[in-house]
Structure formats: structure tokens, C-alpha cells
């Protein structure tokens, strides 16, 4: 909040006093000003053709190729001689910065040739910042932090050159421009924020706290700006890294309450309490009701009590920070699945109530924000007596939630017999299963399951195993079980159901085990969806078949006319119509930056799981067209793990 004219003078006249010591009588903390040392950047290597992701080299990135022109000028066109005007590339903009490139896990240098500034700047600004698709999360990830080459704002000479332009150029331009002026009313307008503040409140948004480090760090320049300064004291605040937060304080970069706030905050903490109290008094008088949070919470911190704290809203980096300093209880509405954040500081917490931590913990999981060992420690963390964890299967099946899947995790854990060990896993898959959370589960047991060895006495393993590896990205080790699976369901009526129900998941994957079990797999897959979904199979048929030619797999006519028959009209929320349009047109130009920017914004944060089947097959068909084959196969296998098939 920003003090209103009315109070300027109060704020000029006695938050220089708050912010560089308090009264005369208040003890000052001393904190280095040197920023404390940035976490690199470390990605996991890629398995099983999943898209390359690994760290970026030490240091920062060549900005601009030093033969580029000083000048941001475009130049006059050339005619080459044909009739067609030519205009070489004008200065690319300082925001082009990254850490990442093509050899290191992000798009190519020149992912947005082709694509007018306008519009990269119109769409960044809708790029969805909680996408539950880890698989999504992911592919923004490395378009924020890629280094590529960003044309400035065209200069007005641009565009009557462009109204010039002998008739080939201009159709081209004309193409561009019309796909603009469709989109316009869609994405949000010009908001007068840089393109690299943009990215890196996306990066905070996402929870990606290293990597904004690492961009900033690459680009020096911008690191005096208010905007970015408010996003390093928000990430040292919720790393919990409070003498580099404090340090920032003493010389704010704007009179913004927040840092007022911070300072107060930080008094609070090294044990002026005179300062603290001065500065809560100045937030009385200069702010408003939306400040009774904090000065409550400054009240707890300064062990001079105050109201319950039961309600916080969606609680900034701030009042989260203080939450976890004064060691006070969450409230609810702080972690009920609305606030990553929140919910990331929670689980590292130890004061906290530990089956809260781990329903936080696989929320996190599940959407990418939390490493699958961080929630199997909270597992192992409960304590249970002997004799629990030797009646792990009837105990856990009664008690059920997060304290069942945790008593079968360490039961499995402990168990040596791999059939026993199998069986207590299995069971850990149907308590997920009845609580939404199997995709979670599968994240955290694939290291348990790697202990097992596929075999045909395990074929009810196998589905909930093999779904696992899908997910991880490991599809040789998924492939075992699909080959007992396909064995056991040649025999086996029960294996041969469980057989139909993986193929899709299989099929999608890329693994072509299970094609071998039938004849004809995708009828007899379409009629065992007809048995055991019958109000729902038609959707997972549609969204099947959309996936599977968005992939290039044609499927037959008789198949699409066979579902015609009984389809009924479906009504779903849908991308405005301009960005279906936009994002062919794009891939047809091969413009893969716009292509990827596109496809973000029009699976939205609910990702593809709730997608329609034509929005998939647009986005799925359109990553492929532009050589991003592996990303578009990620984004289909998360629609099939997410959706229910």
C-alpha cells in the first residue's frame, strides 16, 4: 500500500526514524548488506526421451551477439532486386536475458523470430502462474528462464513501412497483424511492466525462488528497480533467510508501506521493541484495515500477545514469515490447498501438526512444488508402535487418509518378503485412489518399487506400478509391467481388464506392449469403457481419440463415426476462439516461442487434465509441429493420468 498524499508528510517525516533505528532509545540490529549466496539451479536428468533440463552454466549468459547495431532505429528496408522489401533485424532488447539456452534445457535463441513484440508482451502477461500440471509447469519454467533474442517495441516507421510493402511481404504482415488484433481482447493490454518483471514475478508466483535469483543475478542491471527489489525481499522472507531480508531494509527502495512493514517486522526480530512499536504505530495511522493482520501478528512477535490469529486471507510473504517466526498455529484458510506458499513454509514447520504437513505436503507434490522424497520423510516422520506397523494392511484400511498411507509406507519400507512388500504397496495405491491422490503416491514409491522386480505372480501390481514410471518419465522400467500385464491378461480375465484399463496410458506414453493382448485394442478398450463408465465414456473416448491423432496416430473413421452415433453436445469452458486460431497459425510459421506461449495460456491453471479434447489436441498437435514433440507427448500424459482414463 502506498501512503496517501494526505499522509505523505507523516511518512516523509518519521519513516527515515522507523527504518534507520526507531527512537532514540530503540537497540539497532546490525545485518551485512552483502546478499547471501544464490542456490543454483540443478534439474534432474532426463529419462527416457522426457525434454532436456539440466542447470545453467555458472554465471551469466552472453545478452546480446556483439555485432548487432547500437541503434534501436529500424532501419530502412533493402530491395532485394525481386520486388521485395527486406528490413534486417533491428536491436534485440536488453530483456532477452536467461539462464538457460537450447544445450541446457531451454528453447532455442531465436524461439520468437517472426512474432511481433506486442504480442509476446500481451500473452506473457496471461502466462498462468499455478498450473496443477507438473508437466506444464515445467515447460514455463524454461521459457521463463531461456535466453532468447526479443525484438524491441517497433518504432512508428515500422509500421508504415509494413503499408508499403509490395504484396507478398504484406500479406505475411497482414497474417500477423490480424492474429494480434483477434487476440486482443483476450490477453491482457500493455501494462507498462518490463518484459523481465514480467518473468520474474512468474517465476515467484510459480515458487520457482532460486531460478528468479539466478535471472536476476544474470541481469545486474535491474536489480535497483522497487518492482524486483519487493521480489528478493519476498524470497528471502519465505526461505526464511531473515538476515538477508532485514539487510534489504535499511536502505528501501521506495516509500511503499510493505517495506515499512518489513522494517517494523525486522525490529521485531532482533529485540527492539521500541522500534517495532513505533513503526506499528506509524502503520496505524498511515494504513488501513487491511493492515490488522500484520499489526496483530506484530503483537505475537514482540511477546506482547494479541487477538487470536484464526483468519489471514491469502497472507503475503510478509505475515507468512511472521506466522512461522512467532511460531504461532496456521489457521486453516492459510493451508486449505488455495496458498503454495503458505503451504510450502507449513510443511517445513516442525511445530506444526504432522498430518497437516503431510496433506500439505501432497498437495505440493502433486503440482510440482515439492520433491516426492520431502513427503515420504513426513511419512516416515509419524511414530507407530511395533505391533501397528505389524497389522499395517487391517489398520490402515480402517483408519484410512494420510495416517493409513503413511503406516503402509513405513510397513512396506521395513518389509523384506517382496510379495509382502508388494502387497502393502498396493494397498497404499487404493488408499490414494479413494482420496485422489494415486498420482502422488506414484511419485513417492517409485524409488520402493524399484526394489521389485516385475513379475507375472504380481500382475495386480502392475497397473498402479507401471502408471508410476509413466508419470516419472521412466518408460523402459514402465515396460516391464506392461509385459506381465499383457501375459497375465492373455490368461487371466481380471489381468486382461486391468490390461484394458492401462492401454490408453500406455498408448499415449509411447509404449506399444499392450497393443499385442487383442486383435482390435481400441474397440475392445471403447466397449470395456461402455461396461464400467457408462455415463462417462464418451467423454474418455473423445478425449482419447483427440490425443492419439494429436500425436499422429490416425484413428480409424469407423471409430470417430461408431462415437458420432451416440455423442451428445458437451458444454465446457473453452479458449476464446482467437487463440485456437492463433496458436495453428503459429505452428504453421513455426514460431515455437508464440507456439509455447499459446498453448500455456490456453490450458490455463487448471491444465490439461480439464481441457477439452479440442484444446488438447490443438495444443498437443501444435508443440509437435514445432519440433517440441517431447512436450507435447507430457502434456497428453498428464491429460490421461489427470482425467480419469
Known amino acids: 500500500m502506498i501512503a496517501s498524499p494526505g499522509k505523505a508528510g507523516l511518512w516523509g517525516a518519521c519513516a527515515a526514524i522507523v527504518l534507520t533505528g526507531g527512537v532514540a532509545q530503540a537497540q539497532t540490529v546490525t545485518v551485512p548488506l552483502t546478499p547471501p549466496a544464490l542456490a543454483p539451479v540443478v534439474e534432474n536428468a532426463p529419462q527416457d526421451g522426457a525434454a532436456p533440463s539440466s542447470a545453467p552454466p555458472p554465471g ?3 545478452l546480446i551477439p556483439q555485432d548487432l547495431p547500437e541503434t534501436e532505429r529500424a532501419p530502412e528496408p533493402e530491395d532485394t532486386g525481386n520486388g521485395i522489401a527486406v528490413r534486417s533485424l533491428q536491436s534485440i532488447d536488453p530483456e532477452s536475458i536467461g539462464v538457460l539456452d537450447a544445450a541446457t534445457g531451454g528453447f532455442p535463441v531465436d524461439m520468437w523470430t517472426g512474432t511481433p513484440r506486442e504480442r509476446i508482451d500481451a500473452l506473457m502477461a496471461r502466462l498462468p502462474t499455478a498450473p ?24 512508428p516507421a515500422v509500421a508504415s513501412t509494413a503499408a508499403a510493402a509490395p504484396a507478398d511481404t504484406a500479406l505475411d504482415l497482414s497474417d500477423i497483424a490480424a492474429d494480434a488484433a483477434d487476440i486482443a481482447e483476450e490477453v491482457a493490454p500493455e501494462t507498462g511492466a518490463s518484459l523481465l518483471d514480467i518473468r520474474l514475478k512468474a517465476l515467484f508466483d510459480l515458487g520457482l525462488l532460486e531460478d528468479l ?29 531473515l538476515p538477508g531480508a532485514c539487510a534489504m531494509t535499511a536502505a528501501p527502495p521506495s516509500e511503499d508501506l510493505y517495506w515499512l512493514k518489513a522494517s517494523a517486522f525486522c525490529k521485531g526480530v532482533a529485540g527492539d521493541t521500541a522500534g517495532a512499536e513505533f513503526g506499528a504505530a506509524l502503520i496505524e495511522e498511515t494504513g488501513g484495515p487491511e493492515d ?8 505475537h512477535l514482540t511477546a506482547q500477545g494479541g487477538p487470536a490469529i484464526d483468519t489471514v486471507g491469502q497472507a503475503d510473504a510478509l505475515e507468512i514469515a511472521m506466522l512461522r517466526t512467532a511460531k504461532l498455529p496456521w489457521p486453516e484458510d492459510l493451508t486449505a490447498g488455495t496458498n503454495p506458499r503458505a503451504q510450502q513454509i507449513l510443511v517445513s514447520d516442525t511445530a506444526q501438526d504432522p498430518l497437516r504437513r503431510i496433506l500439505a505436503a501432497e498437495t505440493l507434490v502433486r503440482i510440482g512444488r515439492l520433491e516426492p522424497d520431502g513427503l515420504l520423510a513426513l511419512y ?10 505389524a497389522s499395517a494392511l487391517s489398520v490402515a484400511e480402517e483408519t484410512g487418509g494420510p495416517l493409513g498411507r503413511a503406516l503402509l509406507v513405513q510397513a512396506a519400507l521395513a518389509q523384506e518378503n517382496t510379495v509382502a512388500r508388494a502387497e502393502l504397496l498396493s494397498s497404499a495405491f487404493d488408499l490414494a485412489r479413494a482420496d485422489g491422490v494415486t498420482t502422488v503416491m506414484g511419485r513417492v514409491l517409485t524409488p520402493l518399487l524399484s526394489t521389485i522386480t516385475p513379475q507375472r505372480e504380481l500382475w495386480w501390481l502392475a497397473d498402479d506400478a507401471a502408471r508410476a514410471y509413466f508419470a516419472a518419465g521412466s518408460l523402459t522400467d514402465a515396460q516391464g509391467w506392461t509385459a506381465i500385464l499383457r501375459s497375465a491378461g492373455a490368461r487371466n480375465p481380471e489381468a486382461r481388464a486391468e490390461a484394458l484399463s492401462l492401454w490408453p496410458v500406455a498408448r499415449i506414453a509411447g509404449d506399444r506392449t499392450l497393443d499385442r493382448l487383442e486383435r482390435d485394442m481400441l474397440a475392445a478398450w471403447r466397449d470395456r469403457q461402455r461396461e464400467i463408465a457408462p455415463d462417462d465414456a464418451v467423454r474418455r473416448t473423445t478425449l482419447f481419440y483427440a490425443l492419439l491423432e494429436s500425436l499422429g496416430e490416425p484413428v480409424p473413421e469407423s471409430a470417430w463415426e461408431d462415437l458420432l452415433l451416440v455423442a451428445q453436445p458437451a458444454f465446457q469452458r473453452v479458449p476464446n476462439a482467437a487463440l485456437s486460431r492463433a496458436i495453428v497459425r503459429a505452428a504453421d510459421g513455426f514460431r515455437q516461442g508464440e507456439t509455447v506461449l499459446l498453448a500455456l495460456v490456453m490450458l490455463g491453471d487448471a491444465g490439461p487434465a480439464l481441457a477439452t479434447p479440442a484444446t488438447l489436441g490443438s495444443v498437443v498437435q501444435s508443440l509437435s509441429a514445432v519440433g517440441l514433440p517431447a512436450d507435447a507427448r507430457s502434456i497428453a500424459l498428464d491429460a490421461v493420468l489427470g482425467s480419469g482414463l
Open 380 to 389: 516416515t516422520d509419524i511414530g507407530f508402535d511395533a505391533e501397528t506397523l
Open 213 to 241: 535469483d539466478a535471472l536476476v543475478h544474470a541481469a545486474p542491471s535491474r536489480t535497483a528497480d522497487p518492482n524486483v527489489q519487493r521480489l528478493l525481499l519476498d524470497t528471502r522472507l519465505l526461505r526464511n533467510d
Open 292 to 299: 490488522r493482520v500484520f499489526l496483530n501478528l506484530l503483537q
Open 132 to 155: 496443477v500440471s507438473i508437466a506444464q509447469r515445467e515447460i514455463t519454467r524454461r521459457l521463463l528462464l531461456s535466453r532468447a533474442a526479443i525484438p524491441l517495441r517497433p518504432a
Open 60 to 62: 551469466p549468459l552472453q
